[in-house]
Structure formats: structure tokens, C-alpha cells
């Protein structure tokens, strides 16, 4: 094996066609010892725009990771005291501005109850202090912000507020400040670079899984990992023949800890996760909280800062992660309570229109389709519900039209569809009446707007089942969970993946060179 010395006097081996992928890392600042791992199978699942100057791209590879864009998403768990008097309005455990993120210039835009979430509306409004996740987010920019500007910006924005419902009177308790959903341009989407990057996997012996490569949320890592080992045959490949051959991970968040679980199942037994900070689970953030609490309970509060939902989409991943999910159940954080989340209306509808500044999700739903229909005094509630129901079916059998059936991403670029925004899609199709509906479970959690972001993105995201599950959500009189949550959190489920996958996970390490065999 040929010997190598590095600019620190370390003999290094280089490649070779057994291990043709050689990195070089340290640990916890530790520049004297730089560490050699080689290995016949490397992983990405960290955003790749952060391993420029260390892996040697090829050209290719570099080219699409050059046209990534993102977002900078900010959460904050505020300690804040309630608001119980007589003449204080309707309190709603959860409230959305769509007019409030429309220019993503870091603005509060929403927040969630995790006192609610926890204990239901009634305990929680009558503590003196609630625990509340408020979000907000800054679009494409050469200087994402700080920490700081995000907490000035949100006591400002608080203390100039018409609909915070509690006191100004709050304690940050944590805060979360992250680069948030890698994402093509609708030019970059024409020149197919998600299904160029989904060739080129496997190519020089590296997989990469991270959320860029077809979206953001857990489920779409967990589907797009499947798609790509079961049907892109240079990915199958890359795969070692021997199930003890070395294998190297960068990065132990969810997309990372998904990946080890698929090649431990496929019997691969030496793979080692590199993390550059000092814990996994990336984008989740789940803080469990000794209280407050209601009168006469000590029950603690799990309040979730990163990922956090689930819907009936994710039903088959659920299932092939069962034994994970162990005393970790499904909860109906809305607890059948139906003004759950309050839509702001401010600047949403035309000053002849009267509506209060605060209306229930459903509410909101069947005003604004009756303010984007042609002629919206020709409608009642019952015909808007039923012009929704029929435009639902439509929407589905468009998507499946464009989108195919594939999971998570169509087998080739839907050209058709490249040209748009998502709300240019809706209008373009007549579907503006499910605006008011897909407002809400498009954007509050980070993705952008519909009328900047991609219609590809859209309906990468809302998938006929999504659809389906929020009109249940809100136009249903079973009132039966739908969009549910995690009774120990998120974090739970990758503190079971770790222990019981028995993943070998090195923290603060920080990778200095990665040399790849062609």
C-alpha cells in the first residue's frame, strides 16, 4: 500500500481498490492528531456545501450543489406567563400568520402551546405560566443571522403585537437557530439536477442521503433511501460485497441515523458515524421540561423545537420502524378541540370582507376559498365545503398525472410543472378554493411560501394522503385524530435508534480531507 505524509508530518495509506475512500478527521479541536479511517463506502448525510475545500467533488457533484438554496429557521421556547383575566380574548393553543411569513424577513409568524400540546386548553389556561414554541424564518441571504438578531427582532415583534395572547412577561428557555431546507430554483428543477444527483449516486463509492436530495422532513429521507438502494442500480453497486467491510457515515442526523438503520438491516455490521457536533439527531430538538405544571400533576412537558409532526403519510414508516417507537405512542395533541389553531386574517382578505383577526383553521379554510372564487356571494358554507370535497379529487388526480406513483419523487423531472409557483399551479388549475387549506401545513413548518417556492415542491410535500388528512382535520364531524404527535417526542424515537442499533457514533469529529478512488 502506498504511504502518504500529510502537511503534519502524519503517515497516511492511501486508497485502495479494497477501501478507495480515505478520510482524514480530528477530534474535539484536536489538530495535532489527525486520524485516517479508510473505508469501501462513504456516506453523506450532511449538507454537502459544508464538506467544500475537504472532499474532493467532481465536477459534476459540484455543479448541482452549487445551485442549493435555503432558508434560516428560528425556534424559541418561551416560558411565558398566561393572560387569565375575564375581558381577555380567545386564547388559541396554536396560531399561523400566512401574511406575517409572506416577505421571510424574520418576523414571528407562529407559535404552538406545548402546555396545551401536553396537558389539553383547559389545564393549561388555568397555570400561571405556559411553555410556547414560537417560530420564525429568514429566506435566502448571503449573511444568514445570528442568535441574537432572531431574539431582538422577537421581543420587538412581541411587544408590537395585536394577537399575542400572553403577557409580555416571558423567559427564553431555549433557543434553535438552523440552516433549513435545501432546495432547487424552478430553472435548476428544469435541468433535473434532483434525478442528476440521483444518477450520479454510488458513483466513487459515496451514497449521499441528506434532506437535499429530494426534501427536507423524515419521511421523504426514510422513502428516498428505499428508492434509491431498490431501484438506481449504480447505488446497489456501491454497496460492499462483504458485510464487514468498513463504512463510514458523516453526520448523525435523522437522515444519517436512517441510513445506519437500512444497512444494519441489510446485514452490514462496521459502519461508523462521524457527527461534528457533540450529539445526533441534527434538525430534532425535543426539550423535556420539569414544568411547569398544572395544579396537582408533576407530569413533564415535551416540547419539540425541530421536527415534529406526523400525519397518516407516515403510516408505512412507522410501521417498518416499529420496534423503535416502544412506549413512544401517537398522541391527538388537539385533543378534539376545534378551535385548536387560529388563523390571522390581517391583509388576507378585501377591507369589504368582515372578519375577525383571529379565526379558526376551518373557518379560515372556506373564507378564503370563497374570497378566491369569481363571484364568493354566490356561496354559502355547505356549497364551499362541497366545491373543496370536488376540487380535492381533482387535485389528487392531477397529482398522480404529474407526480406519479413513485415515492418520494416522479422517475423524471414533470416539465409541465417546472415553470410555476405552487399557488401559479393552483390558479392555473382552477384549485385556488385549497389554498386556505394548504397554507397552513406547507409553510408553518419552514418550507417557504407558496408563491415563491417551486409547485414541485409543493406537491413533493402534499401528496394526496396529506391532502386528505387535513381535509379531515378540519371539515370532519367524527373529529377523530389525524395529525398527531409524539407522546415522548421525536428525539425518543433516535434515542431508540442509537441504543438498540448499537451505533458507533464519533462526536466533535472534524473532518480535514476525504480522497476518493475514481
Known amino acids: ?24 478527521y480530528t477530534i474535539n479541536g484536536n489538530s495535532e492528531s489527525i486520524i485516517q479511517k479508510n473505508c469501501e463506502l462513504l456516506v453523506i448525510a450532511c449538507e454537502p456545501r459544508n464538506l467544500y475545500e475537504i472532499c474532493d467533488y467532481t465536477p459534476e457533484e459540484r455543479a448541482i450543489f452549487d445551485k442549493l438554496k435555503n432558508f434560516t429557521f428560528h425556534t424559541s421556547l418561551l416560558k411565558v406567563e398566561v393572560n387569565n383575566s375575564s375581558s381577555q380574548t380567545k386564547t388559541y393553543p396554536v396560531i399561523f400568520g400566512p401574511k406575517l ?16 400540546k401536553q396537558f389539553g386548553s383547559e389545564r393549561a389556561n388555568e397555570m400561571t405560566h405556559n411553555l410556547v414554541t414560537v417560530y420564525q424564518l429568514v429566506g435566502e441571504t448571503e449573511n444568514p443571522w445570528s442568535n441574537s438578531e432572531f431574539e431582538i427582532k422577537l421581543k420587538d415583534d412581541l411587544q408590537n403585537s395585536e394577537w399575542w395572547p400572553f ?23 428544469k435541468e433535473g439536477l434532483p434525478w442528476k444527483l440521483l444518477n450520479l449516486q454510488g458513483n466513487n463509492n459515496t451514497l449521499y442521503v441528506h434532506g437535499f436530495t429530494c426534501f427536507e422532513s423524515v419521511l421523504h429521507c426514510w422513502d428516498y433511501a428505499e428508492l434509491m438502494l431498490n431501484s438506481v442500480d449504480s447505488a446497489k453497486k456501491a454497496l460492499p460485497t462483504n458485510l464487514d467491510a468498513p463504512i463510514v457515515i458523516l453526520g448523525a442526523g435523522v437522515s444519517g441515523l436512517l441510513f445506519a438503520v437500512r444497512l444494519k438491516r441489510l446485514g452490514y455490521t462496521n459502519i461508523e458515524i462521524l457527527e461534528s457536533t457533540d450529539r445526533y439527531c441534527g434538525k430534532t430538538h425535543t426539550i423535556t ?15 419539540e423545537l425541530g421536527t415534529c409532526y406526523l400525519s397518516p403519510a ?5 410501521e ?46 372556506l373564507l378564503k376559498a370563497k374570497a378566491l372564487l369569481g363571484h364568493p356571494q354566490d356561496y354559502d358554507s355547505k356549497s364551499i365545503q362541497i366545491r373543496i370535497a370536488f376540487d380535492l ?25 417546472l415553470e410555476k409557483t405552487f399557488y401559479q399551479f393552483l390558479e392555473d388549475n382552477q384549485l385556488l378554493t385549497l389554498v386556505g387549506m394548504m397554507e397552513y401545513i406547507y409553510s408553518v413548518q419552514g418550507y417557504g411560501v407558496m408563491t415563491d417556492i417551486p409547485a414541485y415542491y409543493g406537491l413533493i410535500w402534499i401528496t394526496p394522503i396529506v391532502i386528505q388528512t387535513i381535509l379531515l382535520d378540519n371539515l370532519d364531524i367524527v373529529n377523530q385524530p389525524v395529525v398527531t404527535a409524539l407522546e415522548k417526542g421525536w428525539g425518543d424515537l433516535w434515542d431508540q435508534i442509537v ?7 464519533t462526536y466533535l469529529a472534524e473532518t480535514k480531507s476525504i480522497t476518493r478512488l475514481s
Open 499 to 505: 441504543t438498540k442499533e448499537n451505533l458507533k457514533i
Open 320 to 365: 417498518d420502524l416499529e420496534e423503535f417507537f416502544v412506549d413512544n405512542s401517537e398522541i391527538d395533541f388537539v385533543k378534539n378541540d376545534l378551535d385548536f389553531r387560529g388563523i390571522l386574517t390581517k391583509g388576507e382578505f378585501p377591507d369589504y370582507v368582515d372578519v375577525p383577526p383571529i379565526v379558526t383553521q376551518s373557518e379560515y379554510i
Open 314 to 318: 407516515y403510516d408505512q414508516m412507522l
Open 289 to 303: 421540561k420539569d414544568g411547569p405544571y398544572p395544579s396537582g400533576s408533576n407530569e413533564k412537558t415535551v416540547c
Open 1 to 24: 500500500m502506498v504511504q502518504l505524509t500529510n502537511s503534519n508530518n502524519i503517515t497516511l495509506s492511501s486508497p485502495s481498490p479494497l477501501n478507495p475512500v480515505r478520510i482524514e
Open 167 to 189: 403577557s409580555l412577561n416571558y423567559e427564553i428557555l431555549e433557543t434553535v437557530t438552523t440552516p433549513y431546507f435545501d432546495h432547487f430554483s424552478n430553472e435548476d428543477l
Open 393 to 417: 379529487v381533482r387535485y389528487n388526480i392531477l397529482h398522480y398525472k404529474i407526480m406519479g406513483s413513485q415515492k418520494p419523487m416522479p422517475p423524471k423531472p414533470p416539465t409541465a410543472l
Open 101 to 116: 411569513l409572506q416577505e421571510m424577513n424574520g418576523t414571528v409568524y407562529a407559535y404552538r402551546n406545548e402546555s396545551v
